[in-house]
């Protein structure tokens, strides 16, 4: 076996540098130490999984563990005694529980629920898109990549309007939350109210039930073998907090890359039948999912020669994944016309028993929001070419984002 020790791996991917071009370290990882041990920020001695097919393999491996409960004291050393009456949820679950889970919101959470969205979410994208200054440079992030997710996943959950950019304030706090003790106490105060919020809005779901998924589910809480209250609320989290942020930045990356690479946004204004393999290149080449949520070894597992040991915490890299030549021909080449089959392999969603369940929702969100922008604004441009791109900066590198995205709509004819 290898044994690797590269603690400043960890500190490494959480500066701004990396930040702006992570490809050239994962692309030494996957050579070098394709299973990298390190010392993230929490201090958590923590395995970073890299190549495609070690990746694909972990997803899917029953003795690196989704339980939070089994991994507790580590749990709560990373997010916080709070975190744990939100987090109840099949993310969170191994079988036989999370079989349960998934389950019961799968028979909710249906295709036909999604595809009956279409005109919804359409009519958003007018909207926020009628909002917007055509003439003056806008920051597309606020002014349309976050409100469209986040209106989306009310309109599913039946959030009523008037409450939305409250529940859109905690959530986003808790996405930022860091390891200072400032941070912490906002996450802390932040999950509460999303809490105590989820709990009377599933009351009032009861009393005046509606045709949203939130009502559906609250119907199935109270059959046998339903949600438990607990359950449902941590779903109903689950789902505002996934449906969110990972659908707003990935939506600000596709516009980003679409941009900076004139040729391929061509082909797709030309070709509007490309929109969905465009949205699949796009979660290939740049997804808002930098790395996976953690697992935890169950017992001593060995991938690529490296032993990791049991207790430990797993990360695996899925930006790092979706760009190993190995799997993909040219795979840091950003190409809309790539082969259905291959565009269809990357890991952008997961894989296995915990493969993203609100993918085809994303992709419906992408696809119509692309299509909206750049036929309506089809000479959209950077309103600043020659900058470089703000990327955030995160405490662990779990999302992939920009900071902002200044384009100008409508550019003046010179």
Not at 312 to 322: E, P, R, T
Not at 356 to 376: D, Y
């Given at each position: 076996?290898?044994t690797?020790?590269?603690?400043?791996?960890a500190?490494e991917?959480?500066?701004?540098e990396?930040?702006?071009n992570?490809?050239?370290?994962y692309?030494?990882?996957?050579e070098?130490?394709p299973v990298?041990?390190?010392?993230?920020?929490?201090?958590?001695?923590?395995?970073?999984?890299?190549?495609?097919?070690?990746?694909?393999?972990a997803?899917?491996?029953?003795?690196?563990?989704?339980?939070?409960?089994?991994a507790?004291?580590?749990?709560?050393?990373?997010?916080?005694?709070?975190?744990?009456?939100?987090?109840?949820?099949?993310?969170?679950a191994?079988?036989?529980?999370?079989?349960?889970?998934?389950?019961?919101v799968?028979?909710?959470?249906?295709p036909r629920?999604?595809?009956?969205?279409?005109?919804?979410?359409?009519?958003?994208?007018?909207?926020?898109?009628?909002?917007?200054s055509?003439?003056?440079p806008?920051?597309?992030l606020?002014?349309?990549?976050f409100?469209?997710?986040?209106?989306?996943i009310?309109?599913?959950?039946?959030?009523?309007?008037?409450?939305?950019?409250?529940?859109?304030?905690?959530?986003?706090?808790v996405?930022h939350t860091?390891?200072?003790?400032e941070s912490k106490?906002?996450q802390?105060k932040?999950?509460?109210?999303?809490?105590a919020?989820f709990?009377d809005?599933l009351?009032?779901?009861?009393?005046?039930?509606?045709?949203?998924l939130?009502s559906?589910l609250t119907?199935?809480?109270?059959?046998?073998?339903?949600?438990?209250e607990?359950?449902l609320?941590?779903?109903?989290?689950?789902?505002m907090f996934?449906?969110?942020?990972?659908?707003?930045?990935?939506?600000?990356?596709?516009?980003?890359?679409?941009?900076?690479h004139?040729?391929?946004l061509r082909?797709?204004?030309?070709n509007?039948?490309?929109?969905?393999?465009?949205?699949?290149?796009?979660?290939?080449?740049?997804g808002?999912?930098?790395s996976?949520?953690f697992?935890?070894?169950?017992?001593?597992?060995?991938?690529?020669?490296?032993?990791?040991p049991?207790g430990?915490?797993?990360?695996?890299?899925?930006s790092s994944?979706n760009?190993d030549?190995?799997?993909f021909?040219?795979?840091?080449?950003?190409?809309v016309?790539?082969?259905?089959n291959?565009q269809?392999?990357?890991l952008?969603?997961?894989?296995?028993?915990h493969?993203?369940?609100g993918a085809p929702?994303?992709?419906?969100?992408?696809?119509l929001?692309l299509?909206?922008?750049?036929s309506?604004?089809?000479?959209?441009?950077?309103?600043d070419?020659?900058?470089?791109?703000?990327w955030?900066v995160?405490?662990?590198?779990?999302?992939?984002?920009?900071?902002e995205?200044?384009?100008v709509?409508?550019?003046?004819?010179?």
């Amino acid at each position: 076996m290898t044994t690797v020790d590269d603690p400043a791996t960890a500190a490494e991917r959480c500066t701004p540098e990396f930040r702006r071009n992570p490809h050239p370290v994962y692309a030494n990882l996957r050579e070098t130490a394709p299973v990298c041990p390190m010392r993230p920020p929490h201090g958590i001695d923590t395995y970073l999984i890299t190549r495609y097919q070690d990746a694909r393999a972990a997803l899917a491996d029953p003795r690196l563990s989704k339980d939070m409960y089994g991994a507790m004291d580590a749990y709560r050393r990373i997010f916080g005694d709070s975190s744990v009456a939100l987090d109840d949820h099949m993310l969170n679950a191994d079988p036989p529980k999370h079989t349960r889970l998934r389950k019961l919101v799968n028979s909710e959470f249906t295709p036909r629920r999604v595809e009956a969205l279409r005109p919804q979410i359409q009519d958003i994208v007018e909207t926020l898109l009628d909002g917007c200054s055509a003439r003056e440079p806008v920051d597309l992030l606020p002014a349309f990549a976050f409100p469209l997710p986040i209106t989306v996943i009310c309109e599913l959950l039946g959030v009523p309007p008037d409450e939305r950019s409250q529940v859109q304030e905690w959530s986003t706090t808790v996405a930022h939350t860091g390891f200072s003790k400032e941070s912490k106490q906002a996450q802390q105060k932040a999950e509460e109210s999303l809490h105590a919020y989820f709990a009377d809005l599933l009351t009032r779901k009861r009393s005046r039930p509606g045709d949203d998924l939130l009502s559906a589910l609250t119907a199935a809480r109270d059959t046998d073998g339903g949600l438990t209250e607990q359950e449902l609320i941590s779903t109903a989290f689950l789902l505002m907090f996934a449906g969110h942020k990972t659908t707003a930045y990935l939506i600000g990356n596709a516009v980003y890359h679409l941009l900076t690479h004139p040729a391929q946004l061509r082909a797709v204004q030309e070709n509007p039948e490309l929109v969905g393999q465009a949205v699949e290149e796009l979660v290939r080449y740049d997804g808002s999912v930098e790395s996976a949520t953690f697992r935890f070894a169950t017992e001593d597992v060995e991938i690529a020669g490296t032993r990791i040991p049991k207790g430990a915490l797993v990360q695996i890299a899925l930006s790092s994944a979706n760009r190993d030549p190995l799997k993909f021909d040219s795979p840091d080449q950003f190409d809309v016309t790539r082969s259905e089959n291959a565009q269809s392999a990357h890991l952008g969603f997961g894989h296995g028993i915990h493969y993203c369940l609100g993918a085809p929702l994303a992709r419906l969100e992408m696809q119509l929001a692309l299509t909206g922008l750049f036929s309506r604004f089809p000479r959209v441009a950077l309103a600043d070419p020659a900058r470089e791109a703000p990327w955030m900066v995160v405490p662990f590198p779990a999302f992939r984002g920009l900071a902002e995205l200044p384009v100008v709509l409508e550019p003046a004819v010179l």
